[in-house]
């Protein structure tokens, strides 16, 4: 399978913990973004790569959250000092190039913070 | 900002039944926009776009036009089946900011035999 993979998939921590998610996109897309999505929400964007440049960051990602790219192929996710407010599904899409496209996404990180 | 708002769920209707899902927008430019579908335990998966007005995407049997007078974008299907059930999201994008997406709250679907 050649899809966009997440792993793991659900993640349990205790508040004030860090936690760490894993993204590999379509070896070909050069983009990759970061969503989070909560219960009967859609999506929020949360950041995007273009290669290991990190280009653009949401105001929805606090000084508490970082996200790398750091060789342009898989990413990482982390959260330090979880909140409960973090509980979500964290998703990984990416896209081919340019303009206004598809996105790919993964299947998503569930976490959820006791 | 950009925003999307689709129509309340869940939507629950009888197999062969006709589907209407609406989606309007709110843009500061002139974006593409997308259905996007999340069947059970996986992942959104595109189901049809549209890049200019009044194009019409489709795909298995689902449709939309891009209207721009309207700002809408509203999903139709003439006859549902019980594996259309699913959470679709209505969602656009802007030319100018790089495939970054904005989606609407999502639509649950569920169809019975």
């Known amino acids: 399978d050649t899809g966009v993979s997440q792993n793991p998939r659900h993640k349990i921590t205790k508040r004030g913990q860090n936690v760490t998610f894993r993204c590999d996109p379509i070896?070909?897309?050069?983009?990759l973004y970061w969503y989070r999505q909560t219960l009967g929400q859609g999506p929020e964007f949360l950041t995007y790569?273009?290669?290991?440049?990190?280009?653009?960051k949401s105001r929805l990602l606090s000084d508490r959250f970082s996200a790398e790219r750091p060789k342009g192929s898989f990413s990482t996710l982390e959260i330090q000092r979880t909140e409960q407010g973090d509980s979500a599904m964290y998703l990984c899409a990416s896209s081919p190039g340019r303009g206004p496209g598809e996105l790919f996404f993964g299947e998503g990180s569930r976490l959820t913070v006791l | 900002g950009d925003s999307v708002t689709q129509m309340e769920g869940p939507v629950t209707l009888s197999e062969e039944a006709f589907l209407t899902i609406n989606c309007t927008y709110t843009?500061?430019?002139?974006?593409?926009l997308f259905w996007y579908v999340q069947y059970p335990g996986e992942g959104l998966q595109l189901l049809l776009k549209a890049t200019k007005a009044d194009d019409k995407g489709s795909n298995k049997g689902f449709e939309a036009t891009y209207r721009k007078e309207t700002t809408s974008f509203h999903l139709e299907k003439g006859s549902v089946q019980v594996s259309d059930s699913a959470v679709y999201f209505c969602a656009l994008s802007e030319n100018t900011n790089a495939g970054k997406s904005t989606f609407g709250d999502g639509t649950t679907l569920t169809v019975k035999p």
């Open positions: 790569f273009q290669n290991e440049a990190q280009l653009e």
């Open positions: 843009a500061t430019g002139y974006p593409s």
């Open positions: 070896s070909e897309h050069n983009r």
